[in-house]
Structures are given as structure tokens and as C-alpha cells.
């Protein structure tokens, strides 16, 4: 058998299961079980990659399929508990298809299509043989006719419109495909789909209007089973204490469900305790570059967005969706919403943010690209005004600061006190690859604008207070009343603090930067 009630999401499961890390999901079956036979059979499913999608829907051909025993991989489960898990264990007819899996030697949309297709028939043929008696003009057909009814497990649907050989015509077929696959048949029980771009971006609307979608936007009912929540993530670092639960939060934390719960990326996670090191793993899969080509050929719309979110402030929006369409991603809505969906972004409550420190290393690179102007000439310069720190040289690095507000690039004149933030951080940006910077940090008695603190021995940790019309004394006695380098301890023997004043009817830059033990 290739896709109907095969043992593969069985065996699939059954690996993960035996995996140190584990997260119990199992009860997303429950949910979907009430579902099966109703008028809200069909659900689609979009997270970015790596959000636990997969897995789910091995875990759920495992539950259903027929002929498997599957008991053995839900002891001790959640779902165990449940009054509906004997009922529908093992019961159903099922067929698992990977989208993603792909023929080989498969270089155009037919080689594709026909190698489902002709799977999907073999086995219909071998487990109903009066079928092989009869000529069928589809799959849709065959189904029908076998008298059975059927759950649907469609994993990645959308993996084929990331090939180079697919032209709009061949995805026009590959959605009436699946139309007539699964629209108002009879024999579909459930229809269970997931990918990452939502339907409507390939859709025109009739095609698979049928389904009832959940996104990273609006999903109020299966969220908690794609990635993982901030408690999960704390039993994980009671179980193994490879790495602190700060350290995976700092790193790969951000996202939020509709209630604001915290939301982690799953594979990283997985990765850093499995390897005792957090270290970038999600961003180096998936279509970083071809975002970050979007926002480089259409640099104007979104640059001012990227600048505040990467010096930590949220962008305010109302995002629709990806959802037109033939979207060229032209518009500032249009690329904003495209980076949500794919989990470059975090949106929640109407505002958008760089999730967490694994993603930010990306937008700084981002920063450096030649689309983003004069605000890459600041990024290549802040090296110096880091060196001009630690040397104490405050003269220099208020020259520094004087320089790149004198470039008069709008969205960096001082109107607020975010506008005084980006500049610090875009001059500090390099600063990154030596510290973890975090703005508004807690410490001490206060929040402290920004802790710079050393990812290696033998650097200061350094301290920045931020004001305008104040003076710079006033910033390095608010550090020291306040106790903010209480946080640096951990880090560091010395910390420097650093208070930086803007003067705005004068229009100067003052600095003071003062040497002090991290006691």
C-alpha cells in the first residue's frame, strides 16, 4: 500500500515516541475526533515549518488507521484519559499522503500529480478488487464506488508551489485535484490538511472553501498543540537540565496564542537540549532568504519596520492575512503578513515583533544589505562606537551618535524617545556578536534601557541609560540607585556604565561612561 491505511505514520510516531524529548499533544485527537462525520470535517492546519505539524499528523494515522494496534504508543498519554479514545482507536479507514514527497527524476507538474495518483489507485484497486473490473476517470470515482468511507491525513499541501517547474496552469490543476478529491463527497469522513502558506493565497475562493483554516492570526482552538508553551517547556528543563530555562527562553521564546500565552519554537528546543547549547537551528531551514529578497526589493516599504522591531519596539498594525491570490508581496501589509505566516514575525493583539534572540540574528543581518541604505553605512560603523566604549572614550562615541542623527534619515529624528532607541541600536547593532543585549532589561530595582551582557569571559558587561533633556550624570546615578548591574554579576567582574543625553534644544550628544565592579 503507498497512501491507504499503511503502517508509515504508525512507524513515524513510533520514533519520536522513543525520542529523550517528548511533548504529550495527544489530546489535539480528541478535538479532531468530534469533527469526523459532521459538517466541520474538513480543517487546514498552517504553521510555519518545524511547529510540530508532522508530527501531529503522524500521531493522528496512528490513532485511526485500521488493522494497526497502536496502544502501545499512547500509554501513559492524555488521550488515554479521555472517554472517547477507545471509541475511535484504530477504526477508520485512512490515507496518509506527504505532499511533500516527491518522485524521482520528478522535474514537471505531471510526473508529480501522476505518481499520486497512480499510488492512490493501486491501492484502492489492491484492497477493493471489484474495482480492478471497471475503467475510472478519477480517483474520486474509485472511492466512491468502493462503498467505504474515509479520513483524509494531507500533510504539507502546499509543498509542490515551492518547485520551479510548477507554472500557474499546473497549480490551477493540482487545486482542482483536490477539489474533486474531497469537496461534497460522501466518503470523506474528515479531511485533515496542514502546510504553511494558507489556502487562499493559491485559492480563488471555491476551490477548497470548504476547509475552515487555522493560522498563527487567528487559530483560538488548536494552537496549544503546535509548539510549545511556556510550561511545557519548563517541565522539559526540570526533566533534563541541559540549559537553564532563561537561556531557551532568551533564545527561541516570542510567539503568543490568542490567550497571550508564551510560545516556543519546538525543533529548536529539541535541538538545544539535546546538544546542551542554544544555538540558531529553526532559521537556517525554510524560506529565510527569499524573505529577506522581499524585503530587499522592496526595501522603502518596510525598512522603517525593520529598524524599530529589530531595536526592540513592536510595530502597530492590523494584518489581513496572506491572503490574495496572486500575492507579489509589493505592499507594506503585504510583505508584513507574508513574514508572519512563515514565523519570522510574532503578531499578537494587533502588533507585530522579532520573536525571540534566534531571529533577531537574521534582521541583523538583514540590516547590512545594500537595499537598506544609509542605515547599512550605520550597522558597518558600529564596531568602532562598541571599540570606543570599551576603550571609555565617550567623547568618541558621542561623535558617533552626533553623526548617524546628522544623516537625517526620518524615522530616526528624535520625535519620541524610540526614535533616540534605534539610533543606539543600530549603532550598537555588532555589539551582538560579542553580548546579549537586551533592552529594557529587568534588574536591581528597575528596568535599565539597555544590558549588554558577554557571551564570553573577560569582557565588561556594559550598562546604558538613555535620556533626553536630563543630563548624562543624572543617567549614571539612576544605574547606580536603581542597582541596576545587580544582573551583571553572573556575567561579568567589571561592568562599565554608559549614560548617554541628547540636548534638544542645543542638538548635542553627551556621554559619560563610568567603570564600576559587577558587586
Known sequence: ?????????????????KNEIYVDKSLLIEKISGKIDTNSQY???????????SMNVHMM????????????LFENLAITRTKSYETHRNKYNVIYIDFSRMPDCCNKYPDYINSVIAGLRTDLQE????????TYFSVSQMLADSGEHFIFLLDEWDSVFYKSFMTQ??????????????????YVLLAYMTGVLPIVKYSSGSELNMFREYSFMNDHKYGQFFGLTEDEVRELCRKHKTIPYEDLAYWYDGYRLHDGTHLFNPRSVNYALTDGVCLNYWTETGPMNEIADCIEHNAEAVR???VHMVTGIPVETELQGYGASDLRMNSRNE?????AVYGFLSYYNGHLNIPNHELMEKYQHVLSRDSMGEVRQIVEHSKEILKATLDENSEKVAAML??????EIPFLQYNDENSLSCVVTLCYLSARDSYFVEREAKSGKGYCDYMFLPKKKGLPALILELKADDSCEAAISQIKEKGYHQKAKKWADEVLLVGICYDKRRKIHRCIIEKSAAT
Open 127 to 134: 484492497a477493493y478488487p471489484a474495482l480492478k473490473d471497471k
Open 304 to 306: 522603517e519596520d525593520i
Open 402 to 407: 552626533e553623526e548617524v542623527h546628522d544623516l
Open 61 to 72: 494515522g496512528a490513532y485511526y488507521t485500521k488493522g494497526i494496534d497502536c496502544s502501545s
Open 169 to 186: 496552469e499546473d497549480k490551477d490543476a493540482y487545486l482542482s485535484f483536490l477539489k474533486n478529491l474531497l469537496k461534497d463527497q460522501p
Open 335 to 339: 510583505i508584513l503578513s507574508a513574514m
Open 1 to 17: 500500500m503507498n497512501y491507504l491505511n499503511t503502517a508509515t505514520a504508525f512507524t513515524l510516531f513510533g520514533k519520536a515516541r
Open 43 to 53: 480543517i487546514c492546519i498552517t504553521r510555519p515549518r518545524r511547529f510540530g505539524k
